[in-house]
């Protein structure tokens, strides 16, 4: 699987956020504070291993590790398909 991630920083001292995108290719993709994480997120308020993203009969999926939640288009969930033009938000 092929991903395009976009980071969303920092607020700026204007209005807005600092961007930053990048490709991530693997099978499955683990999104964490852990070194082994292919989505590296650095904020000790992220868990080690904080959710997976992975394709299951076809579809695109989000998963959280318990007790982690990931936020899907503003609501809190453990679990989620992903299609074009939704968002993630993990962490702070």
């Known amino acids: 699987m092929r991903l395009l991630v976009r ?3 920092r ?4 209005e807005g ?3 930053r995108s990048e490709v991530l290719e693997a099978e499955t993709i683990r ?5 082994d994480s292919e ?6 308020r ?3 291993h904080h959710a ?3 394709i299951e009969g076809g579809a695109l999926v989000v998963a959280s590790d318990p007790p ?3 936020e899907h288009d503003g609501l809190m969930v453990a679990r989620a398909e992903l299609t074009p033009g939704h968002t993630i938000a993990i962490g702070p």
């Open 7 to 9: 980071h969303r920083l």
């Open 17 to 19: 956020y600092v961007e």
């Open 31 to 35: 999104i964490g504070r852990g070194s």
């Open 39 to 44: 989505l590296h997120l650095t904020d000790g």
């Open 46 to 48: 992220v868990l080690l």
């Open 68 to 70: 982690a939640e990931i």
């Open 11 to 14: 607020r700026t001292r204007r």
């Open 52 to 54: 997976t993203i992975s």
